[in-house]
């Protein structure tokens, strides 16, 4: 029990539940274990004895949680961690725009506080009293600070959070009479916030206000889902780029009257030979990666000596030929030959000086993206030289503010700026492709892809090293799609890590994958809630669950999505606890719906009819982890999972029931008036899983690209790794030969596909550029 009780103050599971009315208990290891990341000692009896006397008295005496959340415009009744303060209790916040508000607490009750304290003083008291912020500060409601300060947060004592000096309080913060306890209205942001206990107990804690949803899509809208690598025209150098997703979109949305391109995660891979291919397990989520770059639209390539434009033009024919060997000969996509031609070029490039305006620009970029960017490139240098994974490094490099990291980062300053200057390049030519999307026309526009976490030798796992749980990875438990459940090799995020330094880091990676997002799509967006985390060294199914504070969590999300004016996208597919998607919704993220999965599953279990499908979702009919919609009609995916030896059962038992849900669905469409071209033809067949889609209220409705010429292969097939072309293969037709975007826009199929959507779409000789 005592191990129990610890546990559950930590956030961790004893226990948990597959299915309804099933209970697996956790290992004792697993339990012990995953504390022990938490840096809580509880092996053996004395050690647990002491840890749980700590955290009892940890929690009986603190005076306010370390995050706290507060909703805007009324919508939400003040958090519990406000109305129960102590009478009389001092509570302060510090805006982050430079001003401070007071206030104090009637008490639980509404008592009056004791010794007939007088409220809070008002802004105009304050403003009367000639209390001036302090220097320097200018009050600001839509300020947005830096990111990287880390404050403390939860109960401490009184030597720790000596009570700042007053400051002033905002002009246009006011007391509105109408607000539980008289409690001040105040600006959106992460605020801190003070207390002072009539009892001399104190505390610091993160005060986040954000507003109670996150921004909707301005109208329903269709779109491409795409994985950007596969997407190749004549003009990228191998693999699909930045250039390449501004031409899709820009046809899309002018030519189709699509509102959204949605891509894979385009994060900094790890480098390597060879380098992962997997988007979803990058070096750093917060960056982007310059594979991506379109060489030829960098300004300063046209500005190449002519010794230099030989040695650039040598290259591009290099990566024509590469091209042409996925094109035209079936290869598969080499991310690593494209990233060394890509890269060589780019060096020449870097050596060409920048203009004043640009130089100037590059300098305002550096600025704004601060200490997380200097360690980004710097991990990037020492990379070049120790190699990709930082834990091989010597020692005193392995911290990222030793004296020795700071020494070799002065003396790799070139390669710093390098890498430095190569995220910038990337940041400019994703705002262009966000730019293409918002003048051909779309609603939404481009939807990037967070990972749900990041490579352990990485970038950011070095950066933020204490914000992440050693010897910790993130998977999934046995469910009735994978038995032996699923291990993803991420180390997780901290908990108390993360609300300790008010979330800095889970800010600063949603600020800069935002700032050039139309909408932004959470992998696994259940982690917001709770990740499975697996001991190093035991399988999938000896992990746990450990929680994280989802209110504060989702507080920053719809926070930082509303000042960028961004959609939230969460995949909610798989297992997802009770109530999640019930939080999620009242904020205003969207889910994702897929067509096969969405049967009546508390009833007939049946397939859904269209009109009791949700509203707030993104709906389609297939995933990148997910059969494509030609080889699910076919049978063609439980053909290839059986000759990769993935199949659990018997290959006639699969196909048997395979071709049952597949007729299930059909005898749907037909009924519904959908099939008129008959259920014998594919394509047909295509079009109406599609037009089922349309009946449906979801507010955007996605259509995977491979779709639209009738590839039959998955981009990536869960449960293999070398046995399958994972992440390799470029968008083909029906007989598995590559189409580039060229004819991908003068593909008859396509446009009768798309015709589904609008009656009006471009004459199949329509080709961008």
Known sequence: MGLDRLAALHGVATAYAPSEGVTVPVPDATVLAVLAALDVDASTPAALRDALNHAESAASARLLPPTVVLWSEGADPLPPALTALPAGTSVRVETEGGGAVRWTSPGPAGAAPPGGAEPATTAEAASAAGVVPPAGVVPSVGAVPPIDVAPAAGAVTPA????????????DVAHPADMAHDWPQLPLGVH???????????????????????????????????QLYSLLSARSWGMGDLGDLAELATWSGRALGAGFVQVNPLHAAVPGAPTDPSPYRPSSRRFPDPVHLRIEDIPEYAFAGPDDRQRLDELRDEAARLRESVLAKGALIDRDAVWALKRAALEIVHRIPLGPGRRAAYCDFLAEQGQALEDHATWCALAEVHGPTWHSWPAALQDPRSPETARARHELMDRVDFHGRLVWLTDRQLAAAGQAAREAGMGVGIVHDLAVGVHPGGADAWAQREAFAA???????????????????L???????????????????????????????????MGLFRLWWVPEGSPPTEGTYVRYDAEAMLAILVL??????????GEDLG?????????????????TSVLWFERDWAGTGRPLPPERWREGCVATATTHDLPSTAARLTGEHVALRHRLGLLTRPLEQERTQDAANVSEWLGLLTGLGLLPEGTGD???????????????????????????VGDRRPQNLPGTWDQYPNWRLPVADAEGRPVPLEELAASPRLHALMGVFTPRTAPPDARPG
Not at 560 to 569: C, K, L, M, Q, S
Not at 690 to 708: E, I, K, N, Q, S
């Open 160 to 171: 720790d959070v000596p009570l700042p000096a007053e400051a002033a309080y905002p002009a």
């Open 575 to 591: 297992t997802v606890e009770p109530g999640v998607r019930e939080a999620l919704t009242r904020r205003g993220v969207l889910g």
């Open 682 to 708: 594919e394509e047909g067949q295509i079009r109406a899983a599609y037009r089922f889609l349309l009946r449906t209220p979801a507010r955007m409705v996605g259509v995977w690209l491979p779709d639209a």
């Open 560 to 569: 930082e999505a509303h000042r960028a004016g961004t959609v939230v996208i």
């Open 192 to 226: 801190q916030l003070y207390a002072h206990a009539p009892d001399e107990r104190v505390a610091r804690s993160t005060l986040i206000v954000a507003p109670t949803r996150v921004p909707s899509p301005d109208r329903r809208s269709y779109g491409f889902l795409v």
């Open 491 to 525: 180390p997780p995020w901290r908990p108390d890590v993360l609300a300790a330094s008010g979330y800095a880091p889970y800010r600063g990676l949603l600020r800069g994958l935002l700032r050039n997002a139309g909408a932004l799509r959470i992998d696994h967006v």
């Open 471 to 489: 010897g910790m990875s993130v998977g999934a438990p046995p469910d009735a799609f994978n038995a032996r459940g699923q291990d993803w090799g």
